[in-house]
């Protein structure tokens, strides 16, 4: 029943490909096929038979012939026994020969060719069922017998099968299958059977209706016979019971007529209506992307028709009876069957003018032939070669109608009217939609583009707001270092005022300070002749015995007090001696500021700290007058403020390159790294520092400091202290000591990188200045290493991890901090070990910037030809495409 639903929905059938090419055009009113040139033999094979594939390849509407031969009768059997059949069937080749003679034959094709053994199932399903699914789709269909009379044709198409059902015939199983796919409730299948002799139309069903005229629709052409009685089929039973009283009313009236149901045509017509419900196919095929729109539902009748007609025997065609009656009949039965064959000549030549009107039969197979109706011809022949004539003219009449092509045409009535205002309706809704679409179209497009250009004029003001503001930054920062220069050379104009100034006061206060130290000098003196007096005194009194104890006692409290003053006068001359080397040694620096200021040099200061060169200086004056021992000693003083003064000297002493060694000499190296270990002041832990790092810039008393324990003491202050100050005098320190060969190992062991690395934390540009300096200075002692190969591993300085500080400033804005750093770089990668760690450290594309950017030749010219020579460096170089 799934069939049946689909088929009522309008669906096309799934089974034969003509029916569903013929589906795909049925709204387009007519479908013309073109004949093949070889009919049958490009066709394409269903299971069932090829009548079920035919429209496949491209000739749906031609006339479909099958030949069927029946097997030899008894009475053959006899008559014929010594001769060989007259044709020769090759089913598999749809071909069938017809022999002329023992040694010749001509040979047909045709749609199908069915041999004797062909069962009346395959005829119907290979002849017929193709047909009757046409119908059922809603398109006319005829299928029709022609041969001559004994051949099969009513067994073919009439046989009711009474004793045998598989010897039923295509009317009974058209019938059965057409019941099989109806809906009883919307569906009708109704009939009328008809008898046409002698130009006169009998109705079988009412046997006294025996002239039932043809009526033609003037507009549409259709045949109807409104005469003939017309019973609605409900089940197949009451089918085959009305065939059946169909069937005795034939022979009934062949008896009253006095003729032979072969001399006649019997006609079954079989009306189905079906009701559809249609969506507009029409207007989904022509808008294909309607599915906004609803498309209407259509209620359809869809009429359709299958005649199956059992034609006359096709002898009568050429063999007229004698005389008298007969003669009139053969006139007839010739005047229907001539009349057919000469309309499907005309149809076959593609004649204009078709000689329908010329007879009953072909006006009522007016659209079966050249019609509008899907249509099947069974011609059947027998064996025997004493018809072969007849069988000739026979197969003759198939081939012709092979070549008569058919218009398709679906049956439904609608409401054109209102379809065409529904069309209208959706054509004014396209219109609009397009319309709509259209501007929405226009819009996106004005608005892209609107989009685009304000896109191009923000990137065009962004480049030209950044352009200004590098400009103005530019302009700032060049107004800013000329107000700086400005400001700068302003400060060290008045500086040089204030100096000569200071020179003036200091030299008032070291002619006071002198004075005074005079003025202690001789009271000391006095002192001392005092103390002198009173011990001879005291000689003279324990000689004479005579002044007795209390006097003794008195005498000596005297004493005491005499040397607790004696004492405090003598820290006070230090403290005095020590503020005059200090002014000294200041007056003595401005001094060459002042020359250095003069001649040219005043801002071309130095990294090291607190360098001291010059000559000998009236420090060194002091120096003697005071002595280094007892200088030294003051620096364990309990007065703090002695200590500072003392170590401050020993630092402005340390300072002078003349003045290094003695002091090693007498332990001031030593007591400075005491005080360090100390840090109870910060003042005299900077001091102190200062003076390690100058006394460090001397490669003997590097070795020194490192056996005494410097470094872990510098190690120490490194990690506790906050002044900048101190922090520089540290890493100074550190520094110095980085530029010697033999400490390397020592250095890096006892932590000096690392706590050279740990003060960057300060920020101070001093401080950095003074790390760098100390990273250049060991990174140049191992390429030395290197070179003269002392040593071989990985730098000491990557396996502290320096890297990352390294590249992260080698571009410092600081000079000092970048060349130091751009040396180091320089110096890491002439040693290929390295070049790994520094190519993913980032460390390369720095080198690749001091190569092209680094404002010092040297510098330049030094990290290309590192680059170059470094076979990892140049690999990864040509891997980035660097040149
Ligand atoms: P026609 O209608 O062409 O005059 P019939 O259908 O009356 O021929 O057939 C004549 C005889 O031959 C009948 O007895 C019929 O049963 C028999 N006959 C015809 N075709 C076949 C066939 N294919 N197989 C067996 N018997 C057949
Ligand atoms: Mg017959």
Redesign the pocket.
């Known amino acids: 029943m799934a069939s049946s639903a689909a088929s009522r929905n309008g669906a096309p059938r799934g089974g034969g490909g003509a029916r569903s090419l013929a589906g795909g055009n049925l709204r387009s009113s007519s479908y013309k096929s073109r004949p093949s040139q070889l009919p049958g033999s490009t066709l394409r094979r269903s299971s069932t038979g090829s009548f079920a594939a035919a429209g496949d390849d491209g000739v749906p509407g031609r006339v479909r012939v099958a030949v069927r031969l ?2 030899r ?1 008894a009475e053959e059997m006899v008559a014929d026994a010594d001769f060989a059949d007259c044709v020769e069937v090759q089913p598999e080749l749809k071909r069938l020969k017809l022999r002329k003679n023992n040694w010749d034959s001509d040979t047909y094709e045709f749609d199908e060719v069915l041999t ?1 053994f062909a069962s009346q199932k395959r005829v119907y399903e290979v002849v017929a069922k193709p047909v009757v699914e046409s119908v059922l789709d809603g398109y006319n269909g005829t299928v029709m017998a022609y ?1 001559q ?7 073919t198409v009439g046989h009711l099968g009474d004793g045998d059902t598989a010897s039923r015939g295509i009317m009974v199983r058209a019938m059965e299958d057409i019941l099989a796919d109806v809906a009883p409730e919307t569906d009708s299948v109704s009939v009328s059977y008809l008898q046409l002799y002698m130009e006169a139309i009998q109705d079988l069903l009412d046997p006294t209706n025996d002239n039932i005229s043809i009526v033609e629709d003037p507009k549409t052409g259709d045949v109807s016979l409104p005469g003939a009685t017309l019973l609605e089929i409900r089940d197949q039973q009451s089918f085959v019971e009305l065939l059946s009283i169909g069937e005795a009313h034939r022979i009934a009236a062949n008896t009253k007529l006095n003729t032979e149901s ?1 001399r006649s045509h019997a006609i079954l017509m079989v009306h189905v209506k079906r009701s559809v419900v249609s969506q507009d196919d029409t207007l989904s095929i022509e808008n294909g992307n309607s599915s906004h729109f609803v498309k209407p539902l259509r209620p359809l009748i869809r009429k359709s028709k299958l005649v199956l007609v059992d034609l006359a ?1 096709s002898e009568r065609v050429h063999k007229s009876g004698s005389e008298g009656h007969m003669l009139e009949e053969a006139k007839s039965i010739n005047l229907s069957l001539s009349a057919l064959g000469k309309c499907i000549n005309a149809l076959a030549e593609n004649c204009a003018h078709v000689p329908v009107r010329d007879s009953k039969l072909t006006r009522l197979l007016k659209d079966s032939f050249g019609g509008t109706a899907r249509t099947s011809l069974i011609v ?1 022949i027998g064996p025997s070669p004493r018809h072969r004539g007849e069988t000739a003219s026979t197969i003759q009449f198939g081939q012709r109608a092979m070549k008569v092509e058919n218009m398709l045409k679906i049956k439904e009535e609608f409401d054109y009217k209102s379809l065409s205002r529904k069309l209208e309706i959706q054509v004014d809704k396209l219109i609009a939609e397009n319309e709509r679409q259209q501007k929405a179209y226009e819009y996106e497009l004005e608005r892209m583009n609107q989009e685009a250009q304000n896109r191009i004029a923000e990137v065009e003001r962004n480049f030209a707001e950044a352009l200004e503001k590098e400009r103005l930054k530019c302009q700032m920062e060049y107004m800013e270092s000329v107000k700086k220069l400005e400001e700068k050379m302003l400060t060290n104009q008045r500086k040089v005022i204030n100096l000569q100034d200071q020179v003036v006061s200091v030299s008032d206060e070291v002619a006071e300070v002198r004075k005074l130290l005079q003025n202690e000098t001789q009271r000391r003196k006095a002192s001392e002749e005092e103390v002198n007096k009173l011990n001879t005194r005291m000689g003279q009194l324990m000689q004479s015995e005579a002044g007795g104890d209390g006097e003794i006692l008195r005498i000596h409290q005297l004493l005491e007090v005499e040397t607790q003053k004696k004492k405090k006068l003598e820290e006070e001359v230090m403290i005095l001696k020590s503020q005059l080397l200090q002014l000294s040694y200041e007056a003595d620096q401005s001094r060459r500021y002042m020359e250095r200021v003069g001649s040219g040099n005043g801002l071309n200061g130095t990294d090291s700290p607190s360098v001291n060169n010059g000559e000998k200086a009236p420090v060194g004056t002091l120096f003697e007058q005071v002595g280094l021992h007892q200088i030294l000693s003051y620096l364990e003083s309990e007065d703090a403020n002695v200590q500072i003064h003392a170590v401050k000297v020993l630092a402005n002493l340390a300072a002078e390159e003349a003045n290094q060694e003695k002091i090693v000499e007498a332990g001031g190296l030593t007591s400075l790294l005491m005080l360090l270990r100390k840090f109870e002041d910060e003042t005299v832990r900077r001091v102190a520092a200062g003076a390690i790092a100058n006394l460090a810039m001397n490669e003997t008393n590097q070795e020194l400091i490192m056996t005494q324990g410097g470094i872990t003491l510098l190690t120490m202050t490194a990690a506790d202290a906050e002044d900048p100050q101190t922090l520089r005098m540290v890493a100074g320190a550190i520094a110095n000591l980085c530029g010697n060969d033999k400490l390397q190992m020592k250095l890096k062991s006892e932590g000096g990188i690392k706590a050279l690395l740990g003060m960057v934390r300060c920020g101070h540009a001093d401080v950095l200045s003074q790390v760098a300096r100390g990273i250049a200075n060991f990174a140049k002692c191992e390429s030395r290493a290197a070179t003269q190969g002392t040593k071989n591993g990985r730098s000491l300085l990557i396996d502290d991890g320096a890297l990352p500080w390294i590249v992260q400033n080698a571009n410092n804005e600081a000079a000092p901090i970048r060349r130091h750093i751009e040396l180091a770089l320089c110096h890491l990668a002439q040693h290929e070990v390295n070049a790994k760690e520094m190519i993913s450290g980032g460390a390369l594309w720095e080198l690749v910037r001091i190569s092209h950017d680094c404002s010092r030749e040297d510098i330049r010219s030094l990290a290309r030809r590192t680059l170059n020579s470094s076979p990892t460096f140049r690999s990864e170089m040509r891997r980035l495409r660097i040149d």
């Open positions: 029946r097997p009768n004797e041969g009379t004994g051949t099969g044709k009513t067994f072969s025997g059947t």
